[in-house]
């Protein structure tokens, strides 16, 4: 049986730590490396050793018993958290490591609530209890406070097929089934287990143990009881097509483009050709040269893989990350996205073509980065999580690339939509050229990006060209009059359009698409969006009205605070920008007593539009790539019209 484990945790939780405990303890390294040594296995990279952080989400093999399990130690850092929700996808079991001294942290609700969403059934380990301050029982309590309050507490009650009279109790009240076998008194062991492993394949139950992972305390107990709860369905039929999903994308020194892939389905085998679509949703079919069984950066080659292994191949050179192969055609889509922006410094005697090439490198291993070449600025733009990144990205690249590069002070990175619905008019008309395209857009909800319909007749397009304008809307992001910031929240919905049977070319309907969307900008009512984090602030009744002055002023929102004993729980929203560090000014305001927890809650109004507006004085006149006017042709001359005198051209109109 296969089994792919991830671990997860709010940074310093032990991780890494845990993952070498299980690697030792399985045969699968020979000795015990440390984090503080520089020599765990798993964070091999210099940056890792260097910083005692885990910034990839590397992977290892170990065998126990019947099975194979591949183990994916993920980063804790808020900053490598996309990279942490990648690993996610693939995951079969994972567990979430909390500090007994810390207890639950800011990231650690993140995790789970990203785990339950994406249906991964999750263990805790309680780590640390050697260190002086560990309160297990308390962590407890705090997880059925904020998790769940269905953990299953192993340490006591459950050994290896032992199942505690309290416990069968307490597994009988979660299922019916169960629930009768036990007052008829015909539970088997067998039974029991089963279902027991049945709802915590199903999320039903959680099962909790504890230890310390250095001190190699409960860590043996914890494999043993793991391997025997769990189960997986991939014994299936290896004779089914294939089917498998990219959950990262590597590259070695050479360049080669190495695609990591779970395998859901049947078999793959070197020579094989695998189909898939890429980003632009263009289908490709390209043949496996090589599959690879990678235990932290050694790896073994082999000839053929089968449902439920993780490996990596070569020969794919488009997949992205997230991308199903086979017959799994849906792409998985990622919710922790950075909030900030920032550009690229480098020295004028480098072209800037071949620093966008190390960076688009790095950006299909990390396609949060959404690397951007910026004609009307002539700079490279990309999206990060926070400046740690940034000064990891600014360590790794002249190792990877001989570059030196720094990155300028990480902005907010806002966005732009619409108050009323409008009516976009696109024509492209150069001497020989000919599109022409209609589109209305209206305001969509909060945070739901940008849709499409069309309600256009096939004789007016085709469904070719209909899908080919569909695509040119996707392609790239569409800038906003105010700031120039990527538009979103809007509904698009193709109403017409023209070509012509000889001079319609390829990139025509881009140009007249492209042209439409900013024409209808130009007549609507432009609004700035900005990202918001939701937050859970806990504190002493006494610091309340402190905190809540300060949310405040930062232009925040909250609920009406609840009070239990001598703490306040306050929950509400507030802008990035004015909140991004509040967690440390929290902290030095009570003495590290209160704790925060913020997500990204999306994007909502800016709180302060005119001044971003006037901070970044975008002129939308000259941004190149971006245009409003059409080109219309007259007696063998073609003729540039603007935005507000295009319309009555139209010929759909006509
Ligand atoms: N006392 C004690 N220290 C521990 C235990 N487990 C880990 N540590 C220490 O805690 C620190 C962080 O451990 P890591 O294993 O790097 O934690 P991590 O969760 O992988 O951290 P990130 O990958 O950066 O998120 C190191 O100094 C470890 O030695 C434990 O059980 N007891
Ligand atoms: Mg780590």
């Excluded at 600025?377 to 999206?383: G, R, S, T």
């Excluded at 999580?385 to 590069?405: D, Y």
């Excluded at 309340?544 to 930062?554: E, H, K, N, T, Y």
């Amino acid at each position: 049986m296969n089994k792919t484990i991830g671990i997860l945790a709010h940074v310093d939780a032990g991780k890494t730590t845990f993952s070498e405990q299980l690697l030792y303890h399985t045969k699968s390294i020979k000795q015990r490396g440390r984090v503080d040594h520089q020599n765990a296995f798993l964070d091999s990279h210099n940056i890792e050793k260097q910083r005692g952080i885990t910034v990839f989400a590397d992977q290892a093999v170990f065998h126990y018993l019947n099975s194979t399990y591949y183990l994916i130690d993920t980063p804790g850092h808020v900053d490598f958290s996309p990279e942490m929700e990648r690993a996610i996808q693939v995951m079969d079991y994972a567990i979430i490591i909390i500090s007994a001294v810390e207890g639950i942290e800011g990231h650690t609700e993140t995790v789970y609530r990203l785990l339950r969403k994406h249906r991964i059934p999750v263990f805790f380990f309680i780590n640390k209890i050697d260190r002086s301050g560990a309160n297990v029982d308390s962590v407890i309590h705090d997880i059925k406070e904020n998790l769940t309050s269905d953990v299953m507490d192993v340490t006591n009650s459950f050994h290896f097929g032992h199942f505690s009279n309290d416990l069968v109790e307490w597994l009988a009240e979660r299922d019916e089934e169960l629930l009768d076998a036990y007052i008829n008194n015909i539970i088997s062991e067998e039974f029991l287990l089963s279902k027991t492993q049945w709802m915590i394949q199903n999320g039903v139950i959680f099962p909790l143990f504890s230890g310390s992972a250095l001190q190699d305390i409960g860590i043996k107990s914890f494999l043993d009881n793991f391997h025997f709860l769990t189960k997986t369905n991939d014994d299936s039929n290896h004779d089914e097509p294939f089917a498998g999903r990219v959950y990262k994308i590597r590259h070695e020194e050479s360049g080669t483009r190495l695609s990591f892939i779970k395998a859901i389905k049947g078999k793959l085998a070197v020579r094989d050709e695998l189909t898939y679509l890429n980003e632009n949703g263009i289908e490709k079919h390209e043949k496996i040269t090589q599959i690879r069984v990678y235990n932290g950066n050694q790896f073994q080659t082999v000839n053929e893989v089968f449902a439920g292994q993780l490996f990596a191949v070569t020969g794919l050179t488009d997949a992205s990350i997230g991308c199903g192969l086979g017959t799994l055609k849906e792409k998985e889509q990622f919710e922790l996205i950075p909030t900030l922006k920032s550009k690229v410094v480098f020295a004028p005697s480098v072209n800037p073509k071949e620093v966008l090439k190390y960076f688009k490198v790095l950006e299909a291993e990390d396609p949060s980065l959404s690397v951007k070449w910026d004609e009307y600025q002539q700079e490279i733009h990309l999206h990060v999580m926070g400046k740690i990144q940034l000064e990891v990205l600014e360590q790794i690249i002249p190792e990877r690339f001989h570059l030196n590069v720094q990155f300028a002070k990480p902005e907010i990175l806002y966005k732009e939509t619409i108050e009323k619905e409008v009516v976009g008019y696109g024509h492209f008309e150069p001497l020989r050229h000919y599109a022409e395209v209609h589109l209305k857009i209206e305001p969509g909800e909060r945070n739901s990006g940008i849709s499409f319909v069309s309600e256009c007749h096939t004789d007016d397009l085709s469904y070719g060209l209909q899908n080919l304008i569909k695509q040119h809307i996707y392609e790239r992001e569409h800038h906003g009059l105010l700031t120039g910031s990527a538009l979103t929240d809007v509904k698009i919905t193709l109403l017409t359009g023209r070509d012509h049977n000889k001079h319609t070319h390829g990139g025509d309907f881009r140009e007249a698409t492209f042209r439409a969307i900013r024409q209808g900008l130009e007549k609507a009512n432009n609004i700035l969006l900005e990202p918001y984090y939701k937050f859970k602030i806990t504190v002493s009744i006494e610091q309340m009205g402190r905190v809540l002055s300060d949310i405040q002023a930062a232009h925040g929102q909250f609920d009406t605070p609840l009070t239990a004993g001598d703490k306040a729980l306050i929950t509400g929203m507030a802008p990035v920008a004015t909140f991004m560090e509040y967690s440390a000014k929290l902290a030095a305001l009570t003495q590290g007593k209160g704790s925060i927890w913020m997500e990204l809650a999306g994007y909502f109004r800016c709180h302060n539009e005119q001044e971003i507006i006037a901070k970044i004085n975008y002129n939308k006149n000259a941004d190149p790539d971006y245009t409003s006017s059409s080109v219309f042709c007259a007696k063998g001359q073609s003729f540039s019209v603007k935005w507000d005198e295009a319309e009555k051209m139209m010929h759909c109109l006509k």
